[in-house]
């Protein structure tokens, strides 16, 4: 895939509390590592992957922010002109699945959701200490009005899945011009729902 000519980029961020796995979740879906022991994100940092999405290309800019209240002012900075954001929390902390409603408050105070994707990840699914259910999750996702995921870091579960469905909500809210069976679309959610996209997306 040639890097130098893309259709179109888009900014993703990753928020959520201070160890929650966005470092992992970043790593795994960008360079397919893993590790549990990694330094502490201080401020912001990113990592870029290239995608197809139909007949365009794509390239994800996907920013780390960290999650302690000392470097908030300065992940904030980069929530103007972001096209999505996944907030992330820990199942097997309860209290970085609580602090979630006032990250989206946040997020809604630089940002619409009419005009940036949103998705909620539940991380660390593989844990057997569990603290918060599915339903749960589900719930809350449902109130935001928005997609929910349950993923691993460490078993690359769902990664992959919910990074093509951001881009899926990211090209469909930009409207995006696509080729479908030698047809040209704009891509909306009315078309969607007469197209059969034949994707694994499962927004």
Sequence with gaps: ??????????KILTIGESGVGKTCILLRYTDNKFSKHHLTTIGIDFKTKQVNYFDKKIKL????????????????????GADGIFLVYDVT?????????????????????????????????????????KE??????????????ETSALTNYNLNESFSCMVDEIATKKKIEVKVDKTRITLTRESKEVINLNRKCIC
């Design 1 to 10: 895939m040639d890097s130098d000519k893309v259709d179109y980029t888009f």
């Design 61 to 80: 800019y996907i920013w780390d922010t960290a999650g302690q209240e000392r470097f908030r002012n300065i992940a904030q900075q980069y929530y103007n």
């Design 93 to 133: 902390d309860r209290k970085s699945f609580e602090k979630i409603s006032e990250w989206m408050k946040t997020i809604l105070s630089y940002n619409t959701k009419e005009k940036i994707g949103l998705i909620l990840l539940a991380n660390k699914i593989d844990s057997d200490t569990r603290e918060v259910n």
């Design 136 to 149: 749960e999750g589900e719930n809350l996702a449902r109130e935001f009005g928005i997609k929910y995921f």
